[in-house]
C-alpha cells in the first residue's frame, strides 16, 4: 500500500532530552513537510523539503530541526530548545514543490513530562 | 500575512440536516483553497481542492465555493449522517511562494446526532 507512515504514534520525553519523529512516504513524492497541531487549533508549519538535500524554515522552526538524505524520509528531531514541545506533530508530502495537495500521516502525539 | 478564520469553532445538527461550514481569508491573492478532514487523534484527508480560478468544486454530498474577492469559501455537506462527524479544516495556498506553504483555520468541529 501506498502512503505516508509516522512512528511512533505515542512518544513521552523527559525535560531535556532530543527526541526524532520518524515520516516515510513510499510515494514518490518530491516535497514533504512537518506539522504543529495544538488542541483546538489549526496546523503550523515547522519546516519543509522540496528535493532531497534541501530543506527550508516554516512559521515555527525553533527548537525543531530536520534532514533529507533520502526522498522517502524526513525525519524531524525536537530538541531541549523548545519550549513546549507537547503536541500532535503532522508529516505531509505532495507530488512536487507546488501546490498540489498534501498527504497526511497518521501523527505522533508527543508529550513531555 | 494570511490569516485563515473558520466560524463556528464547533457545530451540533440533527442527521439529516445540511451542514454549512464557513472559511475566510484576508489575502485574496491565492492560489487555491483546500477542505480537509480530520478524525480525533488522525491526520488530515483532503476532501476537495479549489483553484482560484474555479467557483466551486463538488464531490458526492460535499460542495465548496470559493469567492476570492470577498476572502470566503463554505463547505456544505447534504443530508448530514453521524459518519460526518469529525474536524473540519480549511487551507489557503499562496500564489507566490515556493514549497506550498498552506495556511490553515482552525477548524470546525462538526457532531452529527443520531
Known amino acids: 500500500d501506498g502512503g505516508i507512515t509516522q512512528s511512533p504514534k505515542y512518544l513521552f520525553r523527559k525535560e531535556g532530552q532530543n527526541v526524532t519523529l520518524s515520516c516515510e512516504q513510499n510515494?514518490?513524492?518530491?516535497?514533504m513537510y512537518w506539522y504543529r497541531q495544538d488542541p483546538g487549533q489549526g496546523l503550523r508549519l515547522i519546516y519543509y523539503?522540496?528535493?532531497?538535500?534541501?530543506?527550508q524554515k516554516g512559521d515555527i522552526a525553533e527548537g525543531y530541526s530536520v534532514s533529507r538524505e533520502k526522498k522517502e524520509s524526513f525525519p524531524l528531531t525536537v530538541t531541549s530548545a523548545q519550549k513546549n514541545p507537547t503536541a500532535f506533530y503532522l508529516c505531509?508530502?505532495?507530488?512536487?514543490?507546488?501546490?498540489?495537495?498534501?498527504?497526511f500521516g497518521p501523527g505522533t502525539r508527543l508529550t513531555v513530562l | 500575512k494570511q490569516e485563515v478564520t473558520q466560524i463556528p469553532a464547533a457545530l451540533s445538527v440533527p442527521e439529516g440536516e445540511n451542514l454549512v461550514l464557513n472559511c475566510s481569508f484576508t489575502?485574496?491573492?491565492?492560489?487555491?483553497l483546500q477542505w480537509f478532514r480530520q478524525d480525533p487523534g488522525k491526520g488530515l484527508t483532503s476532501l476537495l481542492l479549489?483553484?482560484?480560478?474555479?467557483r466551486e468544486q463538488t464531490s458526492g454530498r460535499l460542495n465548496a465555493s470559493l469567492d476570492k474577492s470577498s476572502g470566503r469559501s463554505t463547505l456544505y455537506i447534504a443530508a448530514s449522517q453521524p459518519g460526518d462527524s469529525a474536524t473540519y479544516l480549511c487551507?489557503?495556498?499562496?500564489?507566490?511562494?515556493?514549497?506550498?506553504?498552506?495556511?490553515f483555520g482552525g477548524g470546525t468541529r462538526v457532531l452529527v446526532k443520531p
Open positions: 523539503s522540496q528535493i532531497v538535500n534541501d530543506f
Open positions: 479549489i483553484q482560484s480560478s474555479q
Open positions: 489575502d485574496s491573492a491565492i492560489y487555491n
Open positions: 505531509a508530502s505532495s507530488p512536487r514543490p507546488s501546490t498540489d495537495t498534501q498527504y
Open positions: 510515494l514518490n513524492h518530491d516535497a
Open positions: 487551507a489557503v495556498g499562496p500564489l507566490k511562494a515556493a514549497g506550498n506553504k498552506l495556511t
